[in-house]
């Protein structure tokens, strides 16, 4: 009997030792250094789900000023992902002490489980380059020389992936289907880069591009042959050329799955675009005739963060810090109309409406009934309070941790935030400072 209890003690033990490993091993840790960098990056999501699913700050790296960090977050199966410049393919239990120059990705190194495959995916291929036609550098005088530069590219690149002995067979089949994409990509890319290194312009243009065209259609309708793979969304570039591949045919499902991301990106995008809740509503409908369980199920999420909250909600209230130290609520400022100007002293482009936010806050320094709040995302308040001291602004000068905005889907920067005297949200994503649009959108409010 004691045996007996013995082996299922011993069972339970083991269940509950598999358990943890399996909860474990769904972490990713990264650490190391960034340069060229801002102190603050994201680990984006480069698969099928990248702009499908509503953005999340769950992998939001903070280096420190000499650009070092460590970041762990989960992942639930093998998939690809961008630091910077360079591509990443991070599975679960990965374990990677990185270095990463956004300068130039070749530069970067791995150490740690999951180091060859991302040291491989150093020299991946640009898509919006045209891939191996490399924005036009491979274009030469004659055709067939730019097929042959790139074809070499591709062999070179397939003779690289043969190499490698540390990854996974999963990995060996995306990156086999990449260099073929890529191939594709070149192709296609090459008409258009041709033209403008060849300068030809009008009917020569025309002329060669049909030509171009020509030579092309048997090349890339042998590299589709075959070639329909649902579960080739994962790649950027496969992204880019599917919507050519599937005319060749393939399974059904897997031409259905793919007709339905291209769809569903379609609707997301449209969504993202309207700004009124009666108008979000409709989109319901048209996410319903998605037949791909996953690429509904993300668009719907999107839809139910667009119209959790937005226009013509109150607008939630947050706690930031004043120049002195302050806790300061928005709440405090009711009744008032609030502009809200949202920045970092690492955003460039934010530091640039720097003084047309000062501009704009001239125009109604002598108005009581309205507030424009400079609201920073800095994780270093020193920072913050150097670049408000230098550049004498006066006013509310805010600083806040970006987890506290949340509600407000604060992503990406510089973005303006417009609320009415009733405390209700009137822009997400109000007229930035520098557009005329903003005073007007002021003044309507006023009225």
């Known amino acids: 009997m004691k045996t007996i209890q013995k082996l299922r003690l011993g069972a339970v033990l083991c269940l509950l030792i598999t358990n943890l490993q399996a909860q474990t091993?769904?972490?990713?840790?990264?650490?190391?250094?960034?340069?060229?960098?801002?102190?603050?990056?994201?680990?984006?999501?480069?698969?099928?789900?990248?702009?499908?699913?509503?953005?999340?700050?769950?992998?939001?790296?903070?280096?420190?000023?000499?650009?070092?960090?460590?970041?762990?977050?989960?992942?639930?199966?093998?998939?690809?992902?961008?630091?910077?410049?360079?591509?990443?393919?991070?599975?679960?239990?990965?374990?990677?002490?990185?270095?990463?120059?956004?300068?130039?990705?070749?530069k970067a190194s791995f150490k740690g489980k999951g180091a060859e495959a991302n040291a491989y995916l150093k020299a991946t291929p640009f898509p919006k380059g045209g891939s191996f036609i490399e924005a036009g550098s491979q274009v030469k005088p004659m055709m067939e020389e730019t097929f042959t530069a790139i074809e070499a590219m591709a062999a070179q690149r397939g003779q690289e992936l043969a190499k490698l002995s540390k990854v996974s067979p999963e990995f060996l089949r995306?990156?086999?289907?990449?260099?073929?994409?890529?191939?594709?990509?070149?192709?296609?890319?090459?008409?258009?880069?041709?033209?403008?290194?060849l300068k030809l312009k009008d009917e020569k243009a025309k002329e060669f591009e049909a030509q171009?065209?020509?030579?092309?259609?048997?090349?890339?309708?042998?590299?589709?042959?075959?070639?329909?793979?649902?579960?080739?969304?994962?790649?950027?570039?496969?992204?880019?050329?599917?919507?050519?591949?599937?005319?060749?045919?393939?399974?059904?499902?897997?031409?259905?799955?793919?007709?339905?991301?291209?769809?569903?990106?379609?609707?997301?995008?449209?969504?993202?675009?309207?700004?009124?809740?009666?108008?979000?509503?409709?989109?319901?409908?048209?996410?319903?005739?998605?037949?791909?369980?996953?690429?509904?199920?993300?668009?719907?999420?999107?839809?139910?963060?667009l119209m959790a909250f937005g226009k013509g909600d109150l607008a939630v209230d947050f706690v930031a810090t004043d120049l002195n130290g302050k806790a300061v609520s928005l709440s405090s400022l009711k009744?008032?109309?609030?502009?809200?100007?949202?920045?970092?002293?690492?955003?460039?482009?934010?530091?640039?409406?720097?003084?047309?936010?000062?501009?704009?806050?001239?125009?109604?320094k002598d108005n009581p009934n309205v507030v424009l709040l400079s609201l920073s995302i800095d994780d270093d308040a020193s920072l913050w309070k150097n670049s408000v001291n230098e550049r004498k602004a006066n006013g509310y000068q805010w600083l806040i941790n970006r987890a506290k905005l949340q509600a407000y889907n604060i992503v990406g920067i510089p973005r303006s935030l417009l609320i009415d005297k009733n405390f209700k949200m009137v822009e997400m994503s109000a007229p930035m400072p520098s557009e005329a649009n903003a005073a007007k959108a002021i003044n309507a409010l006023l009225e």
């Open 212 to 305: 171009y065209e020509k030579a092309i259609e048997p090349k890339v309708k042998a590299l589709s042959q075959n070639f329909t793979d649902a579960s080739l969304m994962k790649l950027v570039v496969y992204r880019d050329v599917a919507e050519d591949v599937v005319k060749q045919g393939g399974k059904p499902a897997d031409i259905q799955a793919i007709t339905d991301w291209y769809k569903a990106s379609d609707l997301v995008n449209a969504m993202q675009k309207v700004k009124d809740k009666q108008q979000l509503e409709a989109f319901k409908t048209q996410i319903a005739t998605l037949k791909t369980t996953a690429f509904k199920e993300a668009a719907n999420a999107s839809l139910k963060q």
């Open 174 to 197: 995306l990156e086999k289907a990449r260099v073929k994409a890529d191939l594709i990509n070149s192709y296609q890319s090459g008409k258009f880069y041709s033209t403008y290194k």
């Open 25 to 106: 091993n769904t972490w990713v840790t990264l650490k190391g250094q960034l340069k060229g960098f801002n102190n603050q990056v994201e680990v984006q999501d480069m698969s099928e789900f990248q702009y499908l699913l509503p953005p999340s700050t769950t992998r939001m790296i903070l280096a420190d000023s000499m650009g070092h960090f460590s970041i762990r977050f989960k992942v639930a199966s093998p998939n690809y992902f961008r630091l910077g410049r360079n591509q990443l393919y991070l599975s679960p239990g990965d374990d990677l002490e990185v270095f990463i120059d956004y300068g130039d990705p070749k």
């Open 335 to 364: 009744g008032k109309v609030i502009y809200v100007d949202l920045w970092a002293t690492w955003c460039g482009p934010c530091m640039q409406e720097m003084p047309h936010f000062e501009k704009l806050k001239a125009l109604y």
